[in-house]
Structure formats: structure tokens, C-alpha cells
């Protein structure tokens, strides 16, 4: 479904992966490994080499927008540009569903974001992108900021995007929640990816 080959950058050794339909990838690794840069070049954030295809169909032939609309990178520090919280989210009706399920009240969507605590603006973030239904969610530790109930229910939707047929590579740092949600574990040392343990 996703296919990663021979893509690289400064600080990125030759990297290929096959991920399939509903299929999540956890890499880990120390800070510093190369795991951000990694996950910015799958979503032709940053300039870099190599190609990747998305059901057969090559990056170089998605117009930018919609490549990143498909494969979405979500930020370990998600970014605010305006100062409402609503303006981030296009549909309103379908966001104030969805908050709740994240442990944030609906009126959340009336906030300014200057008040939002790492939590809520993480989880927030997190709720942005899943509205937008990715293929691909390309994931740089979600849930970092996060108290053990808020942990769970992002795993919880992200769980149900998985039996949905979403493919997510999710960076961590936490080794339970790689085993709690990933097929398979790749780690990341000084830019170079192997198999976890090998």
C-alpha cells in the first residue's frame, strides 16, 4: 500500500519499507536518530531522494497538497496559526463529535489556543488530522504529553483507524505502546533503520 524506496536526505541513510493497508510500523530509537527527518522526507516535507508510491501511484505524480492530504506527518509539537482553536477545524459539526472521544469538551472548538494546556493541544492536533482521514498517518510521538487515560484513548481511535484500513508509522519512545499497537518495530540509530532487535 505504501512503499518506501531507496529514500534518503542529509541524516538519513538508504531507506525502503512495504507497508500494507491497516498495517502499523513503530520506530524507535534514541533522540537524535534520525526518526523526525525520516517521517518529513516520507511527507515531502523536506527535500530528499528516493521514491515512494501509494498504491502503485508515485509521489511525483500527487500535486503536493494532495500527497500530504493522503500521507499525513502529525508534529510532536503541533502547529497553531491562527489564534482560535475553531479555525483549525473546517467542519465544525464533525469535530465536536469527535472531541469527546478524546476526553476534550466540544466547546473546545471556541478556545483561544493560548489557553490549551501540551495535552489538549496534542490531542487537538491529533483530532486534525484524523478528520482529515489520511491513507497514511505518519505519526511523531502522539502521545508524548500525554496522562495515562489521554494515552488511551488515542490508542483507542487509533486502533479503529487500523481496522479501517489506515496505515500508520508511528514514532515512540514508549515501548509498551509499540507492542500494544505495531505489527512490526523498526529502530533508528545515527540516521540507519533495522529491524527491532536485530
Given at each position: 500500500?505504501?512503499?518506501?524506496?531507496?529514500?534518503?536526505?542529509?541524516?538519513?541513510?538508504?531507506?525502503?519499507?512495504?507497508?500494507?493497508?491497516?498495517?502499523?510500523?513503530?520506530?524507535?530509537?534514541?533522540?537524535g536518530?534520525?526518526?523526525?527527518?525520516?517521517?518529513?522526507?516520507i511527507?515531502d516535507?523536506d527535500?530528499?531522494?528516493?521514491?515512494?508510491?501509494?498504491?502503485?501511484?508515485?509521489?511525483?505524480?500527487f500535486?503536493?497538497?494532495?500527497?500530504?492530504?493522503?500521507?499525513?506527518?502529525?508534529?510532536?509539537?503541533?502547529?497553531?496559526?491562527?489564534?482560535?482553536?475553531?479555525?483549525?477545524?473546517?467542519?465544525?459539526?464533525?469535530?465536536?463529535?469527535?472531541?469527546?472521544?478524546?476526553?476534550?469538551a466540544?466547546?473546545?472548538?471556541?478556545?483561544?489556543v493560548?489557553?490549551l494546556?501540551?495535552?489538549?493541544?496534542?490531542?487537538?492536533?491529533?483530532a486534525?488530522?484524523?478528520l482529515?482521514?489520511?491513507?497514511v498517518?505518519?505519526?511523531?510521538?502522539?502521545?508524548?504529553?500525554?496522562?495515562?487515560?489521554?494515552?488511551?484513548?488515542?490508542e483507542?481511535?487509533l486502533?479503529?483507524r487500523?481496522?479501517?484500513?489506515?496505515?500508520?508509522?508511528?514514532?515512540?519512545?514508549?515501548?509498551e505502546?509499540a507492542r500494544?499497537?505495531?505489527?512490526?518495530?523498526?529502530?533508528?540509530?545515527?540516521?540507519?533503520?533495522?529491524?527491532?532487535?536485530?
Amino acid at each position: 500500500m505504501l512503499s518506501i524506496q531507496g529514500l534518503t536526505r542529509p541524516g538519513i541513510q538508504p531507506f525502503s519499507l512495504d507497508i500494507e493497508a491497516g498495517e502499523c510500523v513503530a520506530l524507535t530509537g534514541p533522540s537524535g536518530a534520525g526518526k523526525t527527518l525520516l517521517l518529513r522526507a516520507i511527507a515531502d516535507l523536506d527535500p530528499n531522494r528516493g521514491s515512494v508510491f501509494l498504491d502503485r501511484v508515485s509521489r511525483d505524480d500527487f500535486i503536493a497538497p494532495a500527497w500530504r492530504r493522503a500521507v499525513s506527518y502529525l508534529a510532536a509539537n503541533s502547529g497553531w496559526w491562527a489564534d482560535g482553536v475553531g479555525v483549525h477545524f473546517p467542519d465544525h459539526d464533525r469535530a465536536a463529535a469527535l472531541l469527546p472521544e478524546l476526553g476534550i469538551a466540544a466547546d473546545a472548538l471556541t478556545w483561544r489556543v493560548a489557553r490549551l494546556s501540551t495535552g489538549e493541544r496534542q490531542r487537538l492536533a491529533f483530532a486534525r488530522l484524523a478528520l482529515v482521514s489520511p491513507r497514511v498517518m505518519l505519526l511523531d510521538e502522539p502521545t508524548s504529553g500525554l496522562d495515562t487515560e489521554a494515552v488511551e484513548r488515542v490508542e483507542t481511535m487509533l486502533g479503529q483507524r487500523l481496522a479501517a484500513g489506515t496505515t500508520i508509522l508511528l514514532v515512540t519512545h514508549a515501548a509498551e505502546q509499540a507492542r500494544r499497537l505495531a505489527d512490526r518495530q523498526l529502530q533508528m540509530i545515527d540516521g540507519s533503520v533495522t529491524e527491532a532487535g536485530a
